[in-house]
């Protein structure tokens, strides 16, 4: 079955670490996407990928990083220097080709720094 | 700038019909989705809607005016599953997805 797929569900970050997210998909999509969600608030972007090896800085980039080394995997890596790191993160993937260019979204991870 | 409205939390009876309401205001305007989302998992695609009117999709519907920045779901016959988030997201001139912060859907029995 094709899908997105995020590892791991729960995540539990003592402060000062670093923690990379996984995503990978398998359904062939070009672009790919990291969204923040915390509560009482829309989905927030943080890094975008519309091909591999290249991305961009979506509205809430400072203190994220990622890579897009494959067209199936793009992981995001939480630094230390994201004040507030505590949320549900989402993966989403979708063709990307434009204006009826549906986002499908991976299971979430919701880190908690502790 | 741009901006999603969205109620935060509407309550509706089993059975019965819910309208839920979207405006937006977005630096040009590529068409409009709704998501719906249960607590803590991932949203998933309901409609898209890039014309004007109303699109039918099993109990769910979804209608645009794009000359008054608005968008409408309309869910049928309502179950106690769809209680659930109910997520708006506009695409502006450069296909990004600007979100609203969802509507939470309660069905009471």
């Known amino acids: 079955d094709g899908g997105i797929t995020q590892s791991p569900k729960y995540l539990f970050r003592k402060e000062g670490q670093n923690v990379t997210l996984s995503c990978e998909q398998n359904l062939n999509h070009d672009a790919m996407y990291w969204y923040r969600q915390d509560p009482g608030q829309g989905l927030r972007l943080i890094y975008y990928s519309q091909i591999v090896n290249d991305f961009q800085k979506g509205d809430i980039a400072e203190g994220y990083s990622v890579s897009r080394e494959k067209k199936e995997s793009f992981p995001l890596t939480v630094t230390s220097a994201q004040k507030n790191p505590t949320a549900f993160y989402l993966c989403?993937?979708?063709?990307?080709?434009?204006?009826?260019?549906?986002?499908?979204f991976g299971p979430g991870t919701r880190l908690t720094v502790l | 700038g741009q901006n999603i409205d969205q109620p935060t939390e509407m309550t509706a009876t089993e059975g019965a019909i819910v309208q839920i309401n979207c405006t937006y205001q977005?630096?040009?305007?590529?068409?409009l989705f709704w998501y719906q989302q249960h607590a803590g998992e991932a949203p998933t695609f309901l409609s898209y809607n890039v014309l004007d009117g109303l699109e039918e999709k099993g109990r769910f519907s979804s209608f645009l005016s794009r000359s008054k920045g608005y968008s409408y779901l309309l869910l049928k016959e309502l179950q106690m599953k769809d209680s659930a988030s109910y997520l708006c997201?506009?695409?502006?001139?450069?296909?990004?997805?600007?979100w609203g912060a969802g509507t939470k859907l309660i069905i009471k029995p």
């Open positions: 989403a993937s979708s063709t990307g080709q434009g204006h009826t260019d549906t986002q499908y």
């Open positions: 997201a506009a695409t502006d001139s450069n296909y990004q997805l600007i």
């Open positions: 977005t630096s040009g305007f590529n068409g």
